[in-house]
């Protein structure tokens, strides 16, 4: 079954110092994207960063980057140097594809709650 | 370019009324989602509109509907309002043809409280 699982319902992190959000996914697909979206508590949805299964690299945007570890099927999100600002909800997600043609279908954890501390 | 923008951002409703939400997706997306998200039971999907066309569903009663415009501007409708349909209401667009890399940009929501 296609699942994504965060373990980690809520964290905590000092200003300053970075933090791994634990994202770990299940699917026999070959071809699937995982996204990183922060849900600050005004309710939006905010896209922080994406990676596809047949990238080499890992991804990174700005103070954000992304451990993917293929084998493991784990998709971590590192946010380093955190800021108050980053005190939020955290969702992992992952995108397959059902079968042909372009429809896809978007799978989403359950999210891990941080606060950052001063 | 504008993001995702839905109205009302708050309602209020009493059990039984119906209740219509708006979102206006990026300039230039063709698809649009929309979830529930609830403390109780997290994000669930309800649909996916993509040129008009409803794409995908996921497991809500008849109650819930939606359509899509030729603008690409979308409405969903809950009929019969319930104490839990009490939620945000999340809408997302997206170019719709990106397959596995097809990223989602959200709206701000509109809460529903039922009473």
């Known amino acids: 079954a296609q699942k994504i699982t965060q373990t980690q319902p809520g964290m905590f992190v000092q200003e300053k110092e970075a933090v791994t959000l634990d994202c770990t996914y299940d699917?026999?697909?070959?071809?699937?994207?995982l996204f990183w979206y922060k849900q600050p508590s005004s309710g939006e949805m905010i896209f922080l960063i994406y990676?596809?299964?047949?990238d080499e690299q890992n991804a990174t945007e700005g103070r954000y980057s992304l451990n993917f570890q293929k084998a493991r099927k784990s998709a971590n999100l590192v946010i380093s140097a955190s800021q108050l600002g980053d005190s939020a909800m955290y969702f992992c997600?992952?995108?397959?594809?059902?079968?042909?043609?372009?429809?896809?279908?978007?799978?989403w954890g359950l999210g891990t709650s941080l606060a950052v501390n001063p | 370019k504008a993001g995702v923008t839905q109205t009302p951002r708050y309602l209020i409703k009493t059990r039984g009324q119906q209740v219509t939400l708006s979102c206006s997706p990026i300039s230039g997306h063709r698809s649009v989602s929309w979830y529930q998200q609830t403390p109780g039971q997290g994000l669930q999907f309800l649909f996916e509109y993509f040129s008009e066309t409803q794409r995908n569903k996921g497991n809500f009663p008849g109650r819930f509907s939606g359509r899509q415009f030729s603008n690409s501007r979308s409405e969903m409708n809950v009929s019969t309002l319930e104490l839990g349909d009490s939620a945000l209401y999340l809408c997302?667009?997206?170019?719709?043809?990106?397959?596995?890399?097809?990223?989602?940009?959200f709206g701000p929501g509109t809460r529903l409280l039922v009473l």
């Open positions: 997600a992952m995108r397959v594809v059902l079968g042909a043609g372009n429809n896809r279908k978007l799978i």
């Open positions: 990676q596809g299964s047949y």
């Open positions: 699917t026999s697909d070959q071809s699937y994207g």
């Open positions: 997302a667009s997206s170019l719709g043809l990106a397959g596995v890399r097809e990223t989602q940009y």
